[in-house]
């Protein structure tokens, strides 16, 4: 898939004029809001027509100013889930994604309309009309309407924080699944480096309509100041645990996490077997270059590290052991211990500095949370959307 866009486009007091070529891979659009995400992927899907440029998706002309050429959405072979979608069908979910089964070829399908029902949890709105849903309804009869049509193209406007984690947790390995066996590039817009980084970490960073940034988290973030201007001020890793049992004596419940063991506040009263979430704030981990004997820290995990992010006045390390850990430490501190890429490091964790995530009932604004399996997750709970 080659997505090549040169554009330009304006409305009101926001200038569009962005210009990118994307090559195979899935892409997150990244900003504050109104960058200009939400409008460059609707110029893609075809909701909205620029004043002047081309878009060109595996060599076939969607938008040719200079040549007339404008294909209609229905014509595209992209499948979008977008903030403000114009479809408002008075058609029953049922019809609408029934008909869209039919008119995609036996050979491209990938899912049936039955799996996807029950994937999103359509099955109670089935014969409800499109027009009468809800905002996260829609959005997840869109994403199964985006599916079944099996583009070459797949665009989401920040839709997991639309449809719920729950969801969310179901799609991912979906969509990962999509990307990497069947070869389908994900076009993702979002706020939130979290959400996007679930997906990819090749980035493309947008200010009032403008590509100031791309590449990967690791190269963009050697940006001064990168982590901040996108409003980052303080990194909490969130795991996933599974309680293994609980040593009243000594103070503290056993987990583990993606193979990591882990001594945790004493909670007696989560069964063993039973899942929950931790969080530990970056500046909580501390880092050594050998296991310590005789200190009271409970927790040493040994991992390798992946990236050093300079990060303002700060340095996020970022270490892979089962889980994926990020610590923020000093460049000084960095600079003593002499630490790079590739080397062998132990984190450091006190047990009371790790948080059962149901227990906590209000994070920070701008507060960053960093899940074990890769992703990411960002409070912006000042903004409104774009």
Same mark, same amino acid.
């Given at each position: ?15 569009l ?9 899935t892409?997150g ?8 995400? *939400? ?7 075809? /909701? ?9 998706l ?35 979910? *049922? ?9 995609? #070829? ?28 809800? *905002? ?53 817009? *979002? ?8 997906? /990819? ?47 009243i004596?000594?103070?503290y ?18 069964s063993?077997?039973?899942? /929950? ?47 994926? #850990? ?6 000084g ?54």
């Amino acid at each position: 898939m080659l997505l090549e866009m040169n554009v330009k486009l304006r409305r009101g007091h926001f200038n569009l004029n962005t210009q990118l070529s994307i090559n195979e891979t899935t892409t997150g659009l990244l900003g504050k809001s109104g960058a200009g995400k *939400s409008t460059v992927l609707e110029l893609v899907a075809g /909701t909205l027509q620029p004043q002047s440029g081309y878009i060109v998706l595996d060599g076939k002309i969607l938008f040719d100013s200079q040549k007339g050429i404008f294909v209609p959405r229905e014509q595209r072979s992209v499948g979008a889930v977008l903030q403000y979608d114009t479809t408002n069908s008075s058609e029953t979910i *049922s019809d609408n994604l029934t008909e869209t089964f039919n008119r995609t #070829l036996k050979q491209r399908r990938l899912f049936t309309v039955d799996y996807l029902v029950e994937l999103l949890e359509l099955g109670p709105i089935l014969n409800h009309r499109i027009e009468l849903l809800s *905002s996260g309804e829609k959005q997840r009869v869109a994403l199964a309407r985006s599916l079944l049509k099996a583009p070459k193209l797949l665009l989401l406007d920040e839709t997991f924080a639309v449809i719920g984690n729950e969801y969310r947790i179901q799609l991912l390995p979906i969509l990962k699944r999509l990307q990497y066996e069947m070869g389908l590039p994900v076009m993702y817009a *979002s706020q939130s480096l979290g959400e996007i980084l679930e997906l /990819t970490d090749l980035l493309i960073v947008l200010e009032q309509g403008k590509i100031q940034h791309r590449g990967s988290l690791h190269e963009v973030a050697k940006h001064k100041n990168m982590l901040k201007y996108l409003g980052i001020r303080q990194i909490d890793n969130v795991l996933p645990v599974t309680i293994r049992s609980h040593d009243i004596n000594s103070g503290y419940s056993l987990a583990d996490s993606f193979g990591t063991p882990l001594a945790l506040p004493l909670r007696p009263k989560l069964s063993v077997g039973s899942q /929950t979430q931790v969080s530990i704030c970056s500046h909580d981990i501390a880092l050594s270059r050998h296991y310590l004997n005789g200190i009271s820290i409970q927790n040493q995990i040994k991992g390798q590290i992946c990236a050093l992010i300079q990060n303002g006045e700060s340095l996020i390390v970022q270490v892979d052991c089962g889980a994926t #850990l990020l610590a923020d430490i000093t460049p000084g501190a960095c600079r003593d211990m002499a630490l790079k890429e590739g080397d062998d490091i132990f984190c450091l964790i006190k047990t009371r500095a790790i948080n059962y995530l149901a227990e906590r009932n209000a994070f920070p604004v701008n507060r960053v949370f960093h899940h074990g399996d890769g992703h990411y997750s960002l409070d912006y709970s000042d903004e409104t959307s774009e």
